[in-house]
């Protein structure tokens, strides 16, 4: 039998490497660095399977795996490959729904207590020898989860997973979706960024929901409010919220995410003390990449055996 060529378009460690490993007799792998072009456009044409994390997968890029059969996204949002150009070459596109929600729900809530308890600034004055804090506002402007109300914008996996460790934290919670699924707690996105101290967006990039957190509504949010991003950069307009975190009414922001990727050298965002940062990493544990690896050889076996496959999105 001759081995499945995949193309994996990231580097593993060890561990993931071992995952793989004893599939070796009917997978063949080819690890390529995403900012390794060269040996991807030279892989590209000889891959059935494509792994893909986060660079783009283009149209073009699609039209030259000539041998393709499935794109298998690890991860949920497929908004980063050519799903309508993939369709017309008749190249399945198939995602992981829910498998790194663990990970991001657990991100998501570090990024809340990061922003909300000051954490950067706290270890940036330890590191530089200061004692007992001096700053009188610190006691008046950190907060508990436990005394918030935690606005999730989106209900699925992972948003279900932060409201319920929250909620275990003692927080009370609202949610809001693209209609009123009848829970006691759901609210319209302008009365929820109104009523909530802490806002978590655990929404896909979408026509629809593309600049959703724009100047207007980041306007209607509480006085020293947080806003927490670990979906997708675009969903928020940057430039409006700059300004929300230097004059209000945001108190700080924990983003994973950007509208632009990696995020430039020269944006605003990264000169603010009241912002966490991390390079769309909420999900990159080794736990994810486990679950995200037995569902992709899982549907590798099932491209090979003729069978249906799994979580496909076209």
Same mark, same amino acid.
């Given at each position: ?26 997978? !063949? ?54 799903? !309508? ?230």
């Amino acid at each position: 039998m001759t081995p499945i060529k995949v193309l994996a378009h990231f580097v593993p460690g060890d561990k993931a490497r071992a995952l793989i490993a004893p599939h070796a007799d009917w997978l !063949d792998v080819r690890y390529v660095a995403e900012d390794d072009d060269d040996t991807f456009y030279r892989e590209l044409p000889e891959a059935e399977v494509i792994w893909h994390v986060l660079r783009p997968l283009s149209g073009e890029d699609l039209e030259r795996a000539t041998r393709c059969r499935l794109v298998h996204k690890l991860g949920a949002g497929v908004n980063t490959i050519d799903v !309508d150009t993939a369709t017309q070459r008749g190249i399945a596109v198939a995602n992981m729904p829910g498998a790194n929600a663990p990970s991001v729900a657990e991100g998501a809530v570090l990024l809340m207590l990061a922003a909300l308890r000051r954490l950067p600034a706290l270890d940036a004055a330890t590191r530089a020898g200061a004692g007992w804090p001096s700053d009188p506002t610190l006691g008046e402007t950190v907060r508990d989860i436990g005394s918030c109300t935690v606005g999730v914008v989106g209900y699925g996996n992972i948003a279900k997973r932060v409201e319920t460790i929250v909620t275990a934290m003692g927080a009370d919670v609202l949610h809001t979706s693209t209609r009123d699924d009848g829970h006691a707690g759901w609210r319209p996105l302008p009365e929820l960024l109104a009523a909530s101290d802490i806002v978590s967006l655990h929404l896909p990039l979408t026509d629809a929901t593309a600049g959703m957190l724009d100047r207007a509504a980041l306007a209607r949010m509480k006085p020293d409010a947080v806003l927490v991003n670990t979906s997708r950069g675009a969903v928020v307009d940057e430039d409006a919220l700059v300004d929300a975190l230097r004059a209000g009414p945001l108190a700080a922001a924990g983003l994973d995410v950007f509208a632009v990727e990696p995020i430039p050298a020269g944006n605003p965002l990264l000169g603010l003390d009241n912002v966490v940062l991390t390079p769309h990493v909420t999900w990159y544990t080794a736990d994810t990449m486990r679950r995200y690896l037995e569902h992709a050889v899982d549907n590798c076996r099932r491209l090979r055996d003729g069978r249906e496959l799994a979580n496909v999105v076209n």
